[in-house]
Each structure stands twice: as structure tokens, then as C-alpha cells.
């Protein structure tokens, strides 16, 4: 049995009609998981301190050679002439909703790769909801947070 004939990987096979030894599956057929990954997608969890801190480890791992740690396009690979991506601080991209950014990380956006097969629905989801706290933290303003003014010493 460890010796055996067999087809190499995307070979050719006389077995079957078309000649191709990789199989397309039936139609109708889904993919395990397929579901449950397109329900993640398309439905964005509550946003907690747990989704928070998966969006900025994913985002560190990520999103900070490109985008930098504070989201303003100043990553590594950026400080050594990979063109720069839009800051998170932008105009456009502070009024873009979320499933703007969970969008381009699924299907990219101009030079960036798309994502879908390397991170989660569910992970796309946090990384976004942690570039908006990026987002209210750099462009804060004392007077526009009612109370806080009172409370500062």
C-alpha cells in the first residue's frame, strides 16, 4: 500500500473524460463551513472589550506593516517605498461604515491583497471595529465628549 499507483497533483488522467485529474465538485455542492462563514460576513458581531482586542492583535499582526500602528499609512513596508495606503484619519474613510473596511479586507483594494482566505469573517469584522477606536482615539476632541471636561483635573 505505500507503493502504489497514482495521479500526480493536477495531472493529466485518462480515467476521466476531461482528462484532468482534479475533480470539480457536483453542482449544488457546498463547501463545510461555507455557511457559517457567509453568516459572519454578512451579520457583524456586538462590538465588546473581547472584539476590541482581537481587532488590534489581528490588526498588529496585519494591517501595521501597510497601515502602520496609529492607522496613518506609515508602516515598515511603507518606509521602504511600498506605495503608502489611504490614512484611517481621512475624511472618507472616518465617514465609511464598517462593512467598507471589512469589504476591502475581504477583496482588496488597489496594490492590497485580498484577505478573505487568510483572515476570519468574524476577525475581519473585529479588525474593523478597532480601526474606528483608532479612529475616535486620534481625532478626539475634549469638548465634544459631554462630561469629560468636568472630570479632567
Known amino acids: 500500500m505505500?507503493?502504489?499507483?497514482?495521479?500526480?497533483?493536477?495531472?493529466?488522467?485518462?480515467?476521466?473524460?476531461?482528462g484532468a485529474e482534479a475533480r470539480t465538485p457536483p453542482d449544488g455542492a457546498v463547501a463545510i463551513g461555507a455557511l457559517d462563514r457567509?453568516?459572519?460576513f454578512?451579520?457583524?458581531?456586538?462590538?465588546?472589550?473581547?472584539l476590541l482586542q482581537r481587532g488590534r492583535q489581528r490588526y498588529?499582526?496585519?494591517?501595521?506593516p501597510c497601515h502602520g500602528y496609529t492607522?496613518?499609512?506609515?508602516?515598515?513596508?511603507?518606509?521602504?517605498?511600498?506605495?503608502?495606503p489611504p490614512s484611517?484619519?481621512?475624511e472618507r474613510l472616518r465617514a465609511a461604515p464598517a462593512r467598507y473596511v471589512v469589504t476591502v479586507i475581504t477583496?482588496?483594494?488597489?496594490?492590497?491583497?485580498?484577505y478573505a482566505a487568510r483572515v476570519e469573517p468574524r476577525d475581519r469584522w473585529a479588525i474593523a471595529a478597532y480601526i474606528?477606536?483608532?479612529?475616535?482615539?486620534?481625532?478626539?476632541?475634549v469638548a465634544g465628549i459631554p462630561g469629560l471636561v468636568e472630570k479632567l483635573p
Open 71 to 84: 492607522g496613518h499609512g506609515d508602516g515598515m513596508i511603507v518606509r521602504r517605498g511600498f506605495p503608502a
Open 107 to 114: 477583496e482588496g483594494y488597489g496594490v492590497m491583497y485580498p
Open 38 to 40: 457567509e453568516a459572519a
Open 132 to 141: 474606528r477606536a483608532l479612529q475616535l482615539a486620534q481625532g478626539a476632541r
Open 60 to 64: 498588529e499582526v496585519i494591517c501595521t
Open 2 to 18: 505505500r507503493q502504489q499507483k497514482r495521479y500526480a497533483v493536477y495531472g493529466r488522467a485518462a480515467l476521466f473524460p476531461d
Open 42 to 50: 454578512r451579520d457583524p458581531p456586538a462590538v465588546d472589550a473581547a
Open 88 to 90: 484611517f484619519h481621512e
